[in-house]
């Protein structure tokens, strides 16, 4: 038999489904223009670079292997910014995963698979759908539910 949330839960699960509608889609974009930019850095042999002296955005090759010390591309490396915000807000999202996951009392593989969003491309998107629809009707019926109770037992 699988654990329900308590009623006292309801309002913490309604916060903690706002973060993780948020968070899910900020950490999804973000692992979308990460794959950019490995497209970018490893399929075309560029980086992006803002703020240069020659220009306010440039792609700059990447250099040989052993070299990378000796090359030091001046300005702003926005590759290299999107993989920080990328690690940070996956941290955000696994917090609000949690969030969401410890008051509905899933069993542990959905956490599992719900951290798995941050890391495989769309899939945020889908369980966020998935699971928002999911919370929501949940708490639609238990609500209905004690709506019915109150008014049988007035």
Not at 65 to 90: C, N, Q, S, V
Request: charged fraction near 15%.
């Amino acid at each position: 038999m699988q654990l329900q949330p308590k009623p006292s839960d309801y309002p913490r699960i309604r916060k903690a489904l706002g973060l993780y509608k948020v968070t899910s889609v900020i950490t999804g974009v973000m692992l979308l223009l990460l794959c950019a930019v490995m497209v970018m850095k490893y399929g075309f042999g560029v980086q992006l670079f803002l703020f240069t002296p020659d220009a306010a955005a440039e792609f700059v090759p990447i250099p040989p292997e052993g070299l990378e010390a000796e090359f030091k591309p001046e300005g702003f490396d926005l590759f290299r910014a999107f993989l920080i915000a990328h690690g940070w807000f996956y941290v955000v999202y696994l917090v609000s995963d949690f969030l969401l996951w410890s008051p509905m009392r899933w069993p542990f593989w959905r956490f599992l698979v719900i951290a798995l969003g941050g890391v495989i491309p769309f899939l945020s998107f889908f369980l966020e759908a998935r699971n928002v629809r999911e919370v929501n009707a949940f708490l639609a019926a238990k609500e209905a539910e004690a709506a019915t109770a109150g008014a049988a037992g007035a």
